[in-house]
T-cell receptor, first 115, second 113 residues
Framework: GNSVTQMEGPVTLSEEAFLTINCTYT??????LFWYVQYPGEGLQLLLK?????DKGSNKGFEATYRKETTSFHLEKGSVQVSDSAVYFC??????????????FGKGTKLSVKP | EAGVTQFPSHSVIEKGQTVTLRCDPI?????LYWYRRVMGKEIKFLLH????????ESGMPNNRFLAERTGGTYSTLKVQPAELEDSGVYFC???????????FGQGTRLTVV
């Protein structure tokens, strides 16, 4: 079936460190891929997305590239800040059929950034 | 413009009781989704409304869960009777179409004791 696997957390980094959160997926067809972020006390927010192979999504210094050959969508940021502390969710959406628009999520990775 | 609103934000009920969660989507969004995150697990899709119709309810866990969207505006999710395993955070999201960005509410944390 369709699924998303992301690295287990929690991840603790010092400010200005490099961040990678791995995400791989299994899906039929060509899904759209997303990273959502949940800051403490808030709802889920779309961080970035990519809709086809080799697309790169980027926002707020975060980037992820849709790699069809490795079925991956790893999240990266060159220099994290304390304000990036949050839970990050990788997700996919199928682009066809009755399930179009429904998101399939990974388990989430909690990131803590220390000053 | 108001975002997706959910209430209550927290609910603690005893096993066997009934609880009703409410979601107010962004005005004009025909698509409304319910998701649930059980502690330590992934966020799972429950169902999808298009206006007042259920487009996909394949994620609903069992017949103790009833979702409605009267008039295609707000939606309610009723759990009756609640069981311990129903504890978790229930998220609602809305979008203009299945292909556009879904905006999420803050979630309702349900605890069944």
């Amino acid at each position: 079936g369709n699924s998303v696997t992301q690295m287990e957390g929690p991840v603790t980094l010092s400010e200005e460190a490099f961040l990678t959160i791995n995400c791989t997926y299994t899906a039929t067809g060509y899904p759209s891929l997303f990273w959502y972020v949940q800051y403490p006390g808030e709802g889920l927010q779309l961080l970035l997305k990519a809709t086809k192979a080799d697309d790169k999504g980027s926002n707020k210094g975060f980037e992820a590239t849709y790699r069809k050959e490795t079925t991956s969508f790893h999240l990266e940021k060159g220099s994290v800040q304390v304000s990036d502390s949050a839970v990050y969710f990788c997700a996919l959406s199928l682009n066809y059929g009755g399930s179009q628009g429904n998101l399939i999520f990974g388990k989430g990775t909690k990131l803590s950034v220390k000053p | 413009e108001a975002g997706v609103t959910q209430f209550p934000s927290h609910s603690v009920i005893e096993k066997g009781q009934t609880v009703t969660l409410r979601c107010d989507p962004i005005s004009g969004h025909d698509n409304l989704y319910w998701y649930r995150r059980v502690m330590g697990k992934e966020i799972k899709f429950l169902l999808h409304f298009v206006k007042e119709s259920k487009q996909d309810e394949s994620g609903m866990p069992n017949n103790r869960f009833l979702a409605e969207r009267t008039g295609g505006t707000y939606s309610t999710l009723k759990v009756q009777p609640a069981e311990l395993e129903d504890s978790g955070v229930y998220f609602c999201a809305s979008s203009q179409s299945p292909r556009t960005e879904a905006f999420f509410g803050q979630g309702t944390r349900l605890t069944v004791v």
